[in-house]
Structures are given as structure tokens and as C-alpha cells.
């Protein structure tokens, strides 16, 4: 593989635009780590530059590469192969850890010529995967950019961010903290199989409610909606007001889109457990990566009506027939598709942070 030189057994150099030397590989013997090795590197920078126009933030931080959440449909897949990983098994079960990431980014974020840019995080991969759970990277990270008077926002699939509630809150007592779910349907059955990794839905909304109990607050990325699985009136009406039940603070909707990478391992998927919809997908996403417009509007069009059902609202001082919801129009592309030595982030949470 590209960087296998940093590892302990590697041959190769290492590929110095993204790692320093000395890194490890590394099983655990057990059950929620089983068949995952981590490739424990030391990186050399951790905050990075978004430099696409059409970024609702400047900065992002991703201290892990790969996702033990195993989403079928997961974006960030391609993103795998830059380091020479295949997109499909390999982003699933082998994980590269940034171990050194709050020590490199207090170095970071102590630089005079740091301007205290909002930082978002989830962006890429999961910061609340289950390698965090034994890692723990993200509370030093957390509180780094709250001491430095950075603002931070929080995108996951991951209940364990309520590990680090009582240090968000205090965050927030010194900067602003913007966290959000991402919970595109209730079926668990679906669940099971498409997102095998992840806490179930439920779960997740259990998450919510905590968080808005906490005063935090929590918005919803309702993502992703699965054409002809996910998608009916009556499904989405009950996952909005699932989502309102819990006090979500805003929804944004948006559609399955299946860029290379992704695509090829939802497709196969899809054969598996759907083959009767295969068709049906080919002609839906027959012009690329994301599905028309007619459809991304219909889905937009009953989501906002049903946040208006269920009194969701922008909060004090707006009326609660001017629902949040974001339009679910796909996201632009990136914008070269040339891979890059710095990692390149994926347009997906645009939609959710340019309702603020
Ligand atoms: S949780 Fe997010 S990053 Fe992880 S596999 Fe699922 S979609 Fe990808």
C-alpha cells in the first residue's frame, strides 16, 4: 500500500504528505473489534483547509480513515483508495487511527496565524465510530478547540458522542457547539443490513432526545433517504415525527447519492438483499451519482410538510409553519477529481450546515 513504509512490517516508504513514520498495526481480540486491524499513524498536520466555494465551514478534522459503522451506501468510501484500501471491505475493517491528533492540533491551534475558524468534524468519516470508544481521541480534541476559542461542530451516527456530553457542555459555555445525528429512517430490519455498524435508529434518536434534554440542542441530518425502501409518505411521516418527538432542532433531508466507491458496494448490496430493485435504480441513478430532481424535490416537498405537521420549527421567534428543512437538493461535486495528498472532504454535510 501507498504508506506501508510507516508501518511496523511495511517495505515501502511512507507517503509523507499525510504521515510521519512510526506507525503500528494492530488487532483486538474482541467481539466489537474482532476482524478490524487499525494502522495506528502519527500524522503531521490534523486540521484541514476545505478550500471548495461551496464549504459552509473552512476547517475539518478527521482523526480516523475507514468506518467500523459500515454503511453500504457510505460516501466517503473512495476516499479508501487514496491509500491504496480497497472501497469496499477494507474501509469497513481496516481503520487508520491518528493517534497523535490533539497533540498536533493544540500545535496547531497555537499558531498566531490561526483565526479561529469554525471546525466541523464528521465530515469525512465517523469521529464517533467505535475505534473512538477505545481510542478516545476526540475529548482532547474537543477540548483544544473550546480552550483555543474555536467554534466546533459535530456530525455522527455515533450515541457514544453522549460519552463526552458533560465536556461539550462546557465547551459550549466557552464557544459555539453545533451537533448533529445522522438518522435517515426508522426500519430496523433495513437498519440491520445497510448500516450493520452503526447504534440502531432508535438508539439514535435516544441520543437526540438526551442531547436536547441537555440543552445543547441536536439537529438531524435524515440521511440517507433510500429510494423505494425508505422513502414512502408513511415512512417518512413517521421518521419526522420520530425526529420532532425527540426534539430534533432542525431536519435535513437528503437523498441517496452513489458516487464511485460507493456505488459498486450499495449495488452489490442491493442484488443481495433487493435484486428486485436493481432495475429500478439503474434507471433512477442512470445519469450519475445522484438521483433527479423530480425525485430529490418530492422528498423535500413531503419532509417539509410533515415538519410542519409536527410543529418543527426554526426555534424562538419563528412560526412553526416555517419548518427547518433544508432543501434536499444533491450536493455539488468535488471540485477536482483528481485524488489529493491532503484529504479530500466529500460535500455531504453542506446541506446541514448551511442552515445557520
Ligand atoms: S457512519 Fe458515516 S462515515 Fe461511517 S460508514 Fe456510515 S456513512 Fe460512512
Redesign the pocket.
Known amino acids: 500500500m501507498r504508506w506501508s513504509g510507516q508501518l511496523v512490517d511495511g517495505n515501502e516508504p511512507a507517503q509523507e504528505a499525510l504521515f510521519d513514520a512510526g506507525a503500528v498495526v494492530r488487532t483486538f481480540d474482541t467481539p466489537g473489534f474482532r476482524g478490524t486491524t487499525f494502522y495506528e499513524v502519527r500524522a503531521k498536520s490534523v486540521l484541514n483547509r476545505v478550500t471548495a466555494d461551496a464549504w459552509m465551514f473552512n476547517w475539518t478534522i478527521n482523526p480516523y480513515r475507514g ?1 467500523g ?3 453500504t451506501y ?1 460516501f ?1 468510501r473512495k476516499t479508501h483508495t487514496y491509500l491504496d484500501f480497497d472501497a469496499g471491505l477494507d474501509f469497513d475493517t481496516r481503520i487508520v487511527v491518528k493517534v497523535n491528533a490533539p497533540e498536533v492540533l493544540r500545535r496547531e491551534l497555537a499558531r498566531p496565524s490561526w483565526r479561529r475558524e469554525p471546525v466541523a468534524m464528521g465530515t469525512n ?2 469521529c464517533y ?1 467505535r475505534a473512538e470508544g477505545r481510542y478516545r481521541l476526540m475529548p482532547e480534541i474537543i477540548s483544544a478547540l473550546a480552550a483555543s476559542g474555536t467554534p466546533l461542530s459535530i456530525l455522527t ?1 455515533g450515541t457514544l458522542m453522549l460519552r463526552d456530553l458533560p465536556l461539550l457542555l462546557d465547551a459550549a459555555r466557552d464557544v459555539p457547539v453545533s451537533l448533529s445525528m ?1 438518522i435517515g429512517f426508522l426500519d430496523r430490519e433495513l437498519w440491520r443490513t445497510v ?1 450493520a455498524g ?1 447504534p440502531s435508529p432508535a438508539r439514535r434518536l435516544d441520543a437526540v432526545r438526551t442531547l436536547a434534554d441537555s440543552g445543547l440542542g441536536c439537529s438531524v441530518l435524515m440521511a440517507p433517504i433510500l429510494p423505494y425502501l425508505s422513502d414512502s409518505p408513511e415512512q417518512l411521516r413517521a421518521c419526522v415525527k420520530a425526529l420532532a418527538d425527540a426534539g430534533a432542532r432542525s431536519i435535513t433531508p437528503l437523498v441517496l447519492h452513489l458516487r464511485p466507491g460507493a456505488r459498486e458496494w450499495y449495488f452489490s448490496w442491493l442484488q443481495a438483499h433487493h435484486p428486485q430493485l436493481v432495475p429500478r435504480y439503474r434507471a433512477l441513478y442512470r445519469r450519475g451519482s445522484y438521483a433527479p430532481a423530480w425525485y430529490t424535490e418530492r422528498i423535500t416537498r413531503e419532509v417539509r410538510a410533515y415538519a410542519q405537521e409536527f410543529g418543527l420549527s426554526r426555534g424562538p421567534g419563528r412560526r412553526s409553519s416555517d419548518p427547518e428543512v433544508v432543501p434536499a437538493a444533491p450536493p455539488a461535486p468535488p471540485a477536482s477529481p483528481t485524488p489529493p495528498a491532503q484529504e479530500r472532504e466529500q460535500p455531504e454535510q453542506l446541506e446541514l450546515w448551511s442552515q445557520a
Open positions: 468506518c459503522h459500515r454503511c457510505c466517503a468519516v465517523d465510530q451516527k445522522s448500516e452503526t
